[in-house]
């Protein structure tokens, strides 16, 4: 039967009562993504050798300023420390990020893509899933990772920290993934209009490294860039993530609820701009015929 609205096609293409429904979906793309890591499987020995590297190069310079200590926030801790808290925030988030942009034009995923986009199922709900998975993924990744490393070299030994403190560094952890993830939803939406993943992540991964204070005190900057640093979420994130390690913060703390509330705040009006701007863009490769050129 012939459509005359042309708006009607695409809304049969974003929802329809035979679609698949959202857990058959995410479990089909769970099953699939898990195949594709099991037969790269190296990758994931060479990924902790990689980050054992890094680890090493920034532990082994800071022996050559042991007595720089920081002092932030009523709390002093030496730099070593200051900075892996910073990095290790950082690394958990903007994985997320990489990844999940990396996903949307990797060759080994380009059929489930097509399908899932031009399906029922939806490439609104193609999206969530992904970013879902890479989520768990890059966190249980993290954790694989990260513990063998902080055994072996001396980072966090000497912290000691509140079950309040913990519980309130939980939050903070769980608050920037949940930006992350609404973050990774709206790139997303450029990355299909533009067919550029990966330079999107790099770009956003590189501000976030300049302005979050993850590698030094944000008193550093001149006192412009200092102001555009506290416009972003993460820069608060890092900031409670710390005070909560080293300083005993606590979620009663303005620094840590203040950080908590900001962050959820912004994940909302991202994941609200990813729905708002999703109809126009999707309408707009559908027209153009450009989905295949991924």
Partial sequence: MSIKNPDEVIKKFLTQESSPSFFKGLKALFVRNMK???????????GFINTLVVTSLFFYIS?????LQMTQDNYTVDSI????????????STKILMKSMNSFT???KQGTFETLATLPFGLRRYFISEIAFEVLYGLILSTVY???IFFIFPVFRAVSISAA?????????????????????????????????????????GIMHLLSGSLFPLQL?????????????FTFAVQAFRLCLFGQGVLSDNIIWGAVLFLILS???LIATFYFTFNSIYKRIRITGTIHEF
Avoid at 36 to 46: C, N, P, R, T, V
Avoid at 63 to 67: A, E, G, I
Avoid at 81 to 92: D, H, M, Q
Wanted: net charge neutral.
């Fill in 221 to 233: 900057f001149p006192k412009w860039l200092e102001h555009i640093a506290h416009a972003s979420p």
């Fill in 165 to 205: 403190s913990f519980f309130s560094l939980l939050l903070v952890a769980l608050c920037t993934i949940l930006f992350f993830f609404s973050l990774s939803l709206l790139a997303a939406n450029f990355t299909i209009l533009n067919k550029r993943g990966k330079e999107i992540a790099m770009v956003l991964i």
């Fill in 81 to 92: 420390s200051f900075i892996f808290a910073g990095v290790l925030l950082l690394e958990i």
């Fill in 63 to 67: 022996l050559l300023v042991p007595d």
């Fill in 267 to 269: 994940s909302i009006v």
């Fill in 36 to 46: 594709i890591i099991w037969q790269y499987k190296f990758s994931l020995l060479m």
């Fill in 106 to 108: 990797s060759e080994m």
């Fill in 146 to 148: 990260f513990i063998p």
